[in-house]
């Protein structure tokens, strides 16, 4: 793979230095402000949304879940490394509409698809499912959305990578689901182990996986 223009401890120190943003409020949320975002979608070449659904503490079926800690940021750090654009719920709440994470939330997903982006839901899952990584394809993936899960798997193949389990985003709760039923567009779940997100635990691990996912999608839009 080729190198990017960050090193890999200017790509951890950019991780670590974004998190703050949610974890200093113990990943509560800290104003009424929904979503922060730097949606490029209607003025640049941006073909990919990164999105964090989870960044904070959120709710499901009324009971409150612990944030995906490292999403947050991991979302901002692929999208500043690549040109793409990013978007983080920071007000979720507990109703029902919207999926509980907010309508400007929903409608920037919405505005994103329309003008043709690929959402790449990101999210945290424990490192006890014995997988690094687990794409979740959906319940009606679109042609492009399985060839980048392929992509995924052959290029990052010092990984340990499945496809579907213990996460398929077939669910009604996931922005993939939404975006594939609801909107008909491109949408893809990538759960990512916490040793290879968390930036406070694992240094090494941490900052080759940064490299890594940075250098493959800078290598798609190259070739595309
Ligand atoms: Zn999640």
């Not at 490192?127 to 009606?140: A, K, L, M, S, V």
């Amino acid at each position: 793979m080729s190198s990017t223009v960050s090193t890999k401890e200017e790509l951890l120190g950019e991780l670590s230095r974004l998190e703050v943003y949610f974890s200093d409020n113990n990943y509560n949320p800290k104003n009424r402000q929904a979503t922060c975002n730097m949606n490029n979608s209607l003025t640049s070449t941006s073909k990919l949304l990164f999105c964090a659904p989870h960044a904070l503490n959120h709710y499901r079926n009324n009971a409150l879940k612990i944030a995906d800690v490292f999403t947050g940021s991991l979302c901002q750090l692929l999208a500043n490394n690549t040109g793409q654009s990013w978007l983080v719920s920071t007000s979720p709440d507990n109703k029902l509409e919207y999926l509980g994470f907010g309508q400007d939330y929903i409608c920037q997903i919405e505005n994103a698809v329309e003008n043709g982006l690929m959402i790449v839901d990101v999210h945290g899952m424990s490192d006890q499912h014995n997988f690094d990584i687990c794409i979740g394809t959906g319940p009606n993936p679109s042609i492009r959305t399985i060839n980048f899960a392929n992509k995924l798997v052959s290029e990052l193949s010092d990984y340990k990578i499945s496809i579907n389990y213990p996460f398929n985003a077939t669910a009604e709760h996931t922005i993939t689901n939404f975006v594939q039923t609801k909107l008909s567009g491109d949408s893809i779940q990538i759960e990512i182990a916490s040793r290879l997100r968390c930036a406070d635990n694992n240094l090494n691990g941490c900052s080759v996986f940064l490299d890594d996912i940075v250098n493959f999608f800078v290598d798609q839009f190259r070739l595309s």
